[in-house]
């Protein structure tokens, strides 16, 4: 939790270093936030000496009686977990380089097409379209560390009780605003099913169904939004093989022999 300077016998908090010329401080003993508060001081007055920038306090949400201590110091919240929070400060007198939480939530849109040409379509309990009658595609939340053709796969799957296999993301959209200030990503992808009896969520869930694509389609909901139109248009396009969108490669980075996907159009491609 703490340790002692030999050189000026005075207390700190246990920092590691990072790659930014930062420090991150991960408490996690119970401290006296009057003790803490001294050893914040002394430590960012040490921090300051050797040319550190920016502080990265992550407290569990044991240590809640700490951020007050912290707030008063000059440190503000960055950003929230369910099981700590981050806040950060700023040692130089110039305008601070910390970068900003995430800023974008990530979602999915699920055309599943079976070899009639029939699309999965729901209607949904829940949210703007309850009520309304309008079949729409799956969507959901990727999760984190999620992959997004995993996680339309899953909420598939969730939903509808299809099994599914990623074939092609055929696009996506950004929007602003739209989740508590935060922007969002929507990928339409379309799968390829491998089971064809409904299960449908009840909880989720009004109702479940293969449709024809042209039906879908010809809903006065999707003819009068221009976005929904063209998205719709974009999978008759596929349907009628007019449409090639971006598979999955899995590669490794330069920074890990961990293998991730990208996302490209390598249709007619001899890489």
């Not at 806040?87 to 970068?99: A, D, E, Q, R």
């Not at 509808?160 to 935060?182: M, Y």
Request: hydrophobic letters at 40%; a negative charge; proline letters at 3%.
């Amino acid at each position: 939790m703490a340790s002692s300077s030999s050189v000026e016998h005075i207390e700190l908090l246990n920092a590691t270093h990072d790659a930014y010329d930062g420090v991150i401080v991960d408490m996690k003993d119970p401290m006296d936030s009057n003790v803490f508060a001294t050893l914040l001081k002394a430590s960012i007055s040490q921090w300051r000496q050797q040319g550190k920038k920016g502080v990265w306090l992550k407290l569990p949400i044991e240590l809640a009686n700490l951020v007050e201590a912290a707030v008063q110091e000059g440190f503000w919240y960055h950003h929230a977990e369910t099981t700590h929070l981050m806040l950060v400060y700023w040692i130089p007198k110039t305008p601070h380089t910390i970068p900003a939480n995430a800023s974008h939530r990530v979602g999915i849109s699920a055309f599943v097409m079976n070899d009639k040409g029939e699309i999965l379509v729901v209607q949904e309990n829940n949210g703007k379209f309850k009520g309304t009658g309008v079949w729409k595609f799956p969507t959901g939340v990727v999760n984190e560390g999620e992959d997004i053709c995993a996680g339309a796969i899953r909420e598939v799957k969730e939903e509808t009780g299809i099994d599914t296999e990623f074939v092609e993301l055929l696009a996506f959209r950004q929007s602003h605003n739209s989740f508590f200030g935060k922007s969002d990503l929507m990928f339409v992808c379309m799968l390829r099913p491998l089971s064809f009896k409904i299960q449908k969520q009840s909880s989720e869930l009004a109702a479940a169904l293969w449709m024809s694509a042209d039906e879908y389609a010809a809903q006065p909901f999707v003819q009068k939004r221009e976005q929904f139109k063209y998205i719709a248009d974009i999978c008759l396009a596929k349907k009628d093989s007019n449409y090639n969108g971006f598979s999955t490669v899995a590669l490794t980075s330069g920074f890990s022999s961990k293998k991730n996907y990208l996302y490209c159009n390598n249709h007619n491609q001899k890489l």
